[in-house]
């Protein structure tokens, strides 16, 4: 089945629809003997990085993911899915057990970034952002990411440095929001839909650019059509790549990885 053509907006509306699946619909499908763990074992346990161990088809993994709540309750329990530093320190503290323990590690990018709050500054945001990217870089075990619904900005970057990245074929990534683009560009927010046209934010875009590895294909009209389908989707490709990435030499696969970014950051340049 083709996969239907939308336009950024488009896709940028059809994410923020209200029944679209969150990580907590996925992890029951897609995975065993989930076992959430919580905290960051300095400041407190930020609601909005969601992380644990739990098996797929049998193997150990390690997954961290970013929570986006279905009604405005859910929504302030997990802020907007917007972590703060110590939700990023969470995640650091899963993947070096993951590496002490050999597990892969699997992360879920879903945020309109990162809170930007003043107290999340005071307890240092940047720093645990790019502690994480720096972390990550050199994570002795396979990592993969998946982009649900929205990557934005440093919010989604502190779990995006991976061996391989991959997009639900409406989700978007990107290094500032549309309307945080359009607000710095043209101030004026309410230019989002423009700013989408430009910004080069959609799977096929950044698979284009290098950034992204694999387009995960969506159920027509979008991930919330059939949960079971999408969950089936995603399931395969984690199979398959973490089966393959597992199997490779660790140097080989950090060697890949740095390689990967370098890429990424000479075409920028």
């Given at each position: 089945?083709?996969?239907?053509?939308?336009?950024?907006y488009?896709?940028?509306?059809?994410?923020?629809?209200?029944?679209?699946?969150?990580?907590?619909?996925?992890?029951?499908?897609?995975?065993?003997?989930?076992y959430?763990?919580?905290?960051?074992?300095?400041?407190?346990?930020?609601?909005?990085?969601?992380?644990?161990v739990?098996?797929?088809?049998?193997?150990?993994v390690?997954?961290?993911?970013?929570?986006?709540?279905?009604?405005?309750?859910?929504n302030?329990?997990?802020?907007?899915?917007?972590?703060?530093?110590?939700?990023y320190?969470?995640?650091?503290?899963l993947?070096?057990?993951?590496?002490?323990f050999?597990?892969?590690?699997?992360?879920?990018?879903d945020?309109p970034?990162?809170?930007?709050?003043?107290?999340?500054?005071?307890?240092?945001?940047?720093?645990?952002?790019?502690?994480n990217?720096?972390?990550?870089?050199?994570?002795?075990?396979?990592?993969?990411?998946v982009?649900?619904?929205?990557?934005?900005?440093?919010?989604?970057?502190?779990?995006?440095?991976?061996?391989?990245?991959?997009m639900?074929?409406?989700a978007?990534?990107?290094?500032?929001?549309?309307?945080?683009?359009?607000?710095?560009?043209?101030?004026?927010?309410?230019?989002?839909?423009?700013?989408?046209?430009?910004?080069?934010?959609?799977?096929?875009?950044?698979?284009r650019?290098?950034?992204?590895?694999?387009?995960?294909?969506?159920?027509?009209?979008?991930?919330?059509?059939?949960?079971?389908?999408?969950?089936?989707?995603i399931?395969?490709?984690?199979?398959?790549?973490?089966?393959?990435?597992?199997?490779?030499?660790?140097?080989?696969?950090?060697?890949?990885?740095?390689?990967?970014?370098?890429?990424?950051?000479?075409?920028?340049?």
């Open positions: 089945m083709e996969m239907e053509v939308k336009s950024a488009e896709r940028l509306e059809l994410i923020r629809h209200k029944n679209r699946p969150t990580v907590k619909d996925y992890i029951p499908l897609i995975f065993t003997d989930f959430e763990m919580h905290g960051d074992r300095l400041c407190g346990d930020d609601a909005a990085i969601f992380g644990g739990g098996r797929l088809d049998g193997r150990p390690t997954i961290i993911a970013q929570v986006k709540g279905r009604d405005i309750n859910e302030k329990k997990c802020n907007f899915a917007m972590p703060h530093p110590e939700g320190r969470k995640a650091l503290r993947v070096k057990q993951a590496e002490k050999n597990r892969p590690v699997i992360c879920f990018i945020t970034g990162a809170f930007c709050g003043i107290a999340a500054e005071e307890r240092g945001q940047g720093e645990a952002i790019a502690k990217i720096a972390e990550f870089m050199t994570l002795r075990t396979p990592i993969i990411s982009v649900l619904g929205e990557g934005g900005s440093g919010g989604a970057l502190a779990l995006g440095v991976c061996d391989e990245l991959a639900l074929e409406n978007i990534y990107s290094v500032v929001s549309p309307r945080g683009f359009a607000s710095i560009l043209w101030k004026d927010a309410s230019k989002e839909k423009e700013a989408c046209q430009i910004m080069k934010i959609t799977a096929e875009d950044l698979v650019l290098g950034v992204a590895e694999t387009v995960i294909e969506e159920p027509l009209g979008g991930a919330h059509n059939d949960l079971d389908k999408i969950s089936e989707n399931k395969e490709y984690l199979s398959e790549k973490i089966s393959e990435k597992c199997q490779k030499d660790i140097d080989e696969l950090l060697k890949a990885r740095y390689t990967k970014f370098r890429k990424i950051g000479n075409f920028i340049e």
